[in-house]
Every structure is written in structure tokens, then in C-alpha cells.
């Protein structure tokens, strides 16, 4: 077997750390593996946060993956059987075969093994005379499972599960393309053994079907390998979650125990079952060796898949302003650029979110935003530059540090546009002098960001760059920062409550038009763009006097508010807003933002309730206006006592996670008699 191991034993290390911190709570445990197998994103994604081992979600899934899958080809299928060899394999193919060429059958498989129905599997392996394979074949078809079920529960958004069905039908048919020629399979299954990625790549090229083959290889070589060097050793009985807990402790013990992993490593990759044998036995691991063997082994062949069929690099791509999704294909916002959800605008600092490769990619890339005018008036496209984008977390820089006489694992924020020296530098203590090492992307004048390429994640090196989703936090205020003074003392205005607020003051509710691009950092040449084609975005500010009315209003200095909240009572207008009132009072009220969500006004005091409070209609350009005369309120049955008149309101802004809470009100005193 060709050694594909190389540093591999630091990132066992790691998994098993993390294994071990999930393992150290049974609840916690438990919780993990029901949101696991349920494949919960949110519910995952809260357990493993509780337990602090978010950044290490993809290990802790394979680990799961591999564990499960053992678990549950034992349960449907019983003990694996010890005499296959590699001469099954061309038996193998063939029954793979009769799958690609019908989709019910791999219907039913898929709905076998994702459902964990035993009675179902084995009528369909009965029916094909395939029961030698059953273990294998359903290994195979879990593995892909459980490949889509880490895609769900670690993507940093909620995804749509993508069915096993059409996956395994998929590699189904990936696999029988490649293995139709006796004399290509037998050159596969040797490459396949000898784990000699460069001859099976160009036996199946790099395409997209090469992940399937190499997939397939892997599930039988490692049923295969682990059943020879496992053969002394009883076969897993106990399938609870309890033992799975066992077997993650177990694994945090290794991976404390120097040389260890090194060594079981080295065995399973060399298929020296006497030396793997003899490891299990003086690290007290009989329980566990068939999930050990099959863990480890699967770490060595994704290590030999990746050598196979590099994976395509990631291509930057703008997918969210906080939670709505931008591409028009998800029904996320209205043709005005609002919320679908709420009919919101947004307003203040917002996150705009999306994709970018890790820094083990091979093509240095840059990205940036450009912004456009849509309304009121037509501008040109612009690039977003520094001075537009707020400090911005992009990523971690996950790196080794020694500390306390031992290597350990840490992370740092990765930011753009982050001018602190204090945060965008981390210190990486090492046996000698620390690495103090920069952690912060800076912003071109034409608004270009270069994605960071760190890729050193081994011990004595600075680390490994991350995505973690930003992109870059817009300040909108650079986009659009209306302000209107309404106490202008020049007809209509000044504004007094009850007064419709003047055209002439009114935002004009701009909209724009978010580019975002992509290129090689180093040809300038483009990869792709992609746009949030219409976005409201709204920052207002209104002064005005309220209870001009009232002792040294004006010229008091004038309030200054997001939207217009100003309300008045007809009855103290007259008297220096001290006349004691009975009967009715007559509010007056304006209220105005162009994206006003509710107003109310309505009375407070003691006794008998109050009249009902108004909920006066908004007009299409936003504003709520008391009717000629005042908003009539009957308080005749109210005893004499001071009461409070209210105008409330709410806006629909957002600076990307649902409306923004809080209320912009206004309040006037009164006394009955």
C-alpha cells in the first residue's frame, strides 16, 4: 500500500480530542448522535457549540459516519463474513451493476439502509442471491448516506438534504462505467489495493464520477483490510449508544497516549495485521478493534481519494445579506428589494455572506463588492471600498501552539478591514520565539480583497485559513443617509402633529444593485460574479419640535429621530398645555417613516380602562396622520386623575436577521376634572 498518512496522525489527534470533549457528557453525546442520524443542522450545530468543538464539526461527522456505518450494516446484516476476498470484488461490481441498470432496486436499498430496516435489506439481497454481499453492499450505500448527511449537518446554512437515492444510483452507475472491461477492473482492483493513486487516476480521470469510483474502492478495501486484521477478535455485539460513547473515549485516550496513533497508523496502512493485532491488545482495545480499524482506515483512503480526484477548487460566491438568500431563485425578497418575509428594508451595518475556498486551495483568488443606484436616480457601478466596509470576521486561522509543555490546537479570528492592532494579529507561542502573524485582509482601492491562503496547519507552522462565511459587513450610511429638518419656519413647515409630513421631505426610497466578483489574484483573469439585483436599503433622520405648544418648546433644542413621531392634544393647545380636561380630547398625530410597520395611539391612567386605543390606517408612502379636528378620545367616564396619551410606532428595517425590535414613540400628560 502507497503511504498516504502524511500528517495524518495530528488531525486523528484533533478528532479525538473532539470525540472525547462530546463523549465527556452522555446527554450531550446522546443529543449529538439523534441530530446526527436525524440529520439536524440547527440542532447539531447547538451540541457541538455546548461543547466547544464547533470549528471541528466535518471530524466529529466522519468520525460518526464511520462509527454508524458498522453499527448499522451489523444490525442489518448481521457479523461481516471472514472468507471474502479481494477475488470477490469482480462479483461485486457485478451486483453493483444490476443497481445502476434499475432505479426501484436502488430505491429500495437506499430506503433500506437509510431507514436502518433489516427485514427490507435482506428481502431484497435474498431476491438477487447476494446474501455473501450484504455486508458489503451496505457498508457501500451507508457510506454515501452518511457522505450527504455530514453535507447537511455541517454547512454553516440550513440545506435541503439531497436524496440517497439519486446519489446511489449515481455512484452506482460511476462504478459500472469503470468496471464493464474485465481487463480495467482487474487493473482497478490492483490499483485499488496498492493504493497507487496515479495509476487509478488515469485509469478514471478526474471527472465527476471519480469521487464515486474511488468511494466504492475505498468501502470494499476497508471491509476487506479490516476484517483480516481484526479476524482474532470478536465482532461488535453491543450497537447502543452507550458502547459508541465507550469507543469515543477510548479514542481521546489514544490520541493522549504518545505514539499511539503513529503506530495503529502505520499497521492498518500497512495491512500488518500481527503488529495491529498486538497494538489492540496492549492498548486494551478488543472491544473496539472493527470500529478502530474501520475509522483509521477510512482516514488513510479519503487522504488516497483526495491524491485520486483533487477536489474542484471553491469558487467564491455571494449567497446571503445576513439570513435572506440574494440569488432570485429563492423567493427571499419582493421586486422592490424589502423582505419577502416582513417587507423589510435595510438600514444601519449589514453582514453580506457567502463562499470562499480554505487556504489549501491552489489558485490565489480576490473578490469584492460593487454597488450600483437603482432609484431614485441611475448610477454607475462602484466598487465598495475600505471606507464602506465595517471590521469584518471572515474566517479563523486555525493553528498549532505549544503551550504548558504540549501541542495544542487553537483559532484566531480572521478579519477584513480590521485597523486594531490589539485583534488583527495573533500570537503563536512555539518551543522558541513566538510567530506573531497578521490576521487581516486588507481592501484594495478598487475594492479588491485577496482571500488568505495560510496553509501551514502543522505543528511550528502559523496555521490554516478557514471560511467561516463573511464576506464583508456594507455600512449602508455610505450608500444613502437622508436627513430632513422639519422646523424650518417657512410654509408648510414648521411641522407640527396632526401636519402631513411635505413631499419635499419624504425619502425618496432608494434601492440598489450589489455586484459581487471574483478573480485570480494573480492573472486578474475572472471567475464569476453574481448579483443581489434589487435591495431597499433606508437610513433617515428627522428634526422636528414636538409640543411646540408647551413652556420653552421651541426653543428648546428640536428632537432628532429615525422616523416622525410627534403628537399633540387640540384641548392644550390653548393654556400652556395645562387646562385641566373632561368630556373628550381630540389627539393630534403624525407618524412617518417610509418603511413604517405599525402606530397606535391610546391612553393610560388608572380606574376605569381607558378608551380603546387606535390603530389609524398607514398610507402606501408610509405615514398616519390624525383626521382634521384630532383622533377623538371619549374620558368622560374617567375618575379626575392625571392620565399619559401615547403615539406609538414601529419600523420595518433590518440589519439582516428579521425586523429590528424597539419603538419610537411619543407621550403628553393630562389631568380630568
Not at 95 to 105: E, H, M, S, T, W
Not at 298 to 324: D, K, M, N
Request: glycine fraction near 8%.
Amino acid at each position: 500500500m502507497a503511504d498516504h498518512t502524511e500528517d495524518l496522525v495530528p488531525e486523528l489527534t484533533r478528532q479525538s480530542a473532539a470525540m472525547g470533549a462530546l463523549a465527556k457528557d452522555p446527554q450531550l453525546f446522546q443529543a449529538a448522535v439523534d441530530a446526527f442520524r436525524a440529520q439536524q443542522n440547527e440542532a447539531f450545530h447547538a451540541v457541538l457549540g455546548k461543547a466547544g468543538i464547533l470549528v471541528d464539526c466535518e471530524l466529529v461527522c466522519r468520525w460518526l459516519r464511520v462509527k454508524d456505518c458498522v453499527i448499522r450494516c451489523i444490525q442489518i446484516c448481521g457479523p461481516p463474513i471472514a472468507d471474502l476476498t479481494v477475488k470477490d470484488v469482480p462479483a461485486l461490481a457485478a451486483a453493483v451493476a444490476r443497481i445502476a441498470g434499475d432505479p426501484k432496486l436502488a430505491q429500495r436499498l437506499a430506503d433500506a439502509v437509510e431507514t436502518a430496516k433489516p427485514d427490507a435489506f435482506h428481502a431484497i439481497i435474498n431476491e438477487l442471491k447476494l446474501q455473501r454481499f450484504c455486508h458489503f453492499i451496505c457498508y457501500w450505500i451507508c457510506q454515501i448516506h452518511y457522505r450527504l448527511v455530514c453535507e447537511v449537518v455541517c454547512s454553516p446554512i440550513v440545506i435541503r438534504p439531497r436524496p440517497l437515492f439519486g446519489e446511489l444510483l449515481l455512484a452506482a452507475q460511476a462504478v459500472t462505467e469503470a468496471t464493464k472491461d474485465p481487463k480495467q477492473l482487474d487493473l482497478l482492483i490492483r490499483a485499488g489495493i496498492a493504493q497507487d493513486c496515479k495509476v487509478l487516476e488515469g485509469l478514471i480521470g478526474q471527472g465527476g464520477r471519480c469521487l464515486y469510483i474511488c468511494e466504492w474502492i475505498c468501502s470494499w478495501h476497508c471491509a476487506l483490510n479490516c476484517l483480516t486484521l481484526c479476524r482474532p477478535f470478536p465482532i461488535l455485539a453491543d450497537v447502543s449508544v452507550a458502547e459508541m460513547q465507550a469507543f469515543a473515549q477510548a479514542c481521546q485516550r489514544l490520541g493522549a497516549t504518545a505514539g499511539a496513533l503513529q503506530r495503529l497508523v502505520a499497521a492498518v496502512g500497512a495491512e500488518d495485521a500481527n503488529g495491529f493485532a498486538g497494538l489492540v491488545k496492549e492498548l486494551k482495545l478488543e472491544p473496539f478493534c472493527l470500529q478502530l480499524c474501520h475509522w483509521i482506515c477510512f482516514e488513510i483512503c479519503r487522504r488516497f481519494c483526495f491524491c485520486v480526484c483533487p477536489p474542484a477548487e471553491t469558487q467564491p460566491l455571494f449567497t446571503h445579506v445576513g439570513s435572506y438568500r440574494v440569488d432570485p431563485i429563492w423567493p427571499d425578497f419582493n421586486p422592490d428589494g424589502t423582505t419577502a418575509a416582513g417587507n423589510l428594508a435595510f438600514t444601519s451595518t449589514i453582514p453580506l455572506i457567502g463562499i470562499l475556498p480554505d487556504g489549501q486551495t491552489a489558485t490565489a483568488m480576490a473578490y469584492r463588492f460593487q454597488t450600483e443606484q437603482l432609484t431614485p436616480v441611475a448610477g454607475a457601478l462602484t466598487p465598495m471600498t475600505a471606507a464602506m466596509i465595517a471590521p469584518t470576521i471572515i474566517g479563523q486561522l486555525e493553528y498549532w501552539e505549544f503551550v504548558g509543555g504540549i501541542w495544542v490546537v487553537h483559532s484566531a479570528d480572521y478579519w477584513v478591514n480590521n485597523p486594531n492592532p490589539a485583534t488583527n494579529t495573533v500570537t503563536i507561542h512555539q518551543p522558541g520565539p513566538p510567530i506573531t502573524h497578521l490576521v487581516n485582509a486588507t481592501v484594495a482601492a478598487d475594492g479588491w480583497i485577496n482571500v488568505p491562503r495560510e496553509n501551514s496547519l502543522f505543528q511550528g507552522g502559523v496555521g490554516r485559513f478557514v471560511p467561516t462565511g463573511g464576506l464583508a459587513n456594507l455600512m449602508t450610511t455610505t450608500l444613502t443617509n437622508e436627513s430632513f429638518d422639519l422646523t424650518v419656519a417657512a410654509a408648510p413647515l414648521p411641522l407640527k402633529a396632526g401636519d402631513s409630513v411635505p413631499a419635499a421631505q419624504q425619502s425618496k426610497k432608494p434601492t440598489y444593485l450589489i455586484r459581487f466578483e471574483s478573480r485570480n489574484a494573480t492573472t486578474l483573469t475572472s471567475i464569476g460574479h453574481n448579483d443581489r439585483p434589487v435591495i431597499a436599503l433606508s437610513n433617515t433622520s428627522y428634526k422636528y419640535n414636538r409640543h411646540p405648544d408647551w413652556a420653552g418648546s421651541p426653543p428648546a433644542p428640536p428632537t432628532v429621530t429615525t422616523s416622525v413621531a410627534s403628537l399633540d392634544i387640540q384641548e392644550l393647545i390653548t393654556g400652556g398645555g395645562c387646562n385641566h380636561l373632561h368630556g373628550h380630547i381630540h389627539a393630534l398625530f403624525t407618524a412617518y417613516h417610509p418603511y413604517l410597520g405599525t402606530c397606535q395611539v391610546y391612553l393610560q391612567g388608572p380606574g376605569v380602562p381607558p378608551p380603546p386605543a387606535v390603530n389609524p390606517p398607514i398610507s402606501a408612502l408610509g405615514q398616519a396622520v390624525s383626521p382634521a379636528g384630532g383622533q377623538d378620545f371619549d374620558i368622560s367616564a374617567l375618575k379626575p386623575c392625571a392620565y399619559i396619551l401615547w403615539l406609538t410606532t414601529t419600523l420595518n428595517l433590518t440589519v439582516g436577521y428579521g425586523k429590528l425590535g424597539g419603538e419610537i414613540d411619543d407621550v403628553m400628560a393630562f389631568c380630568t376634572e
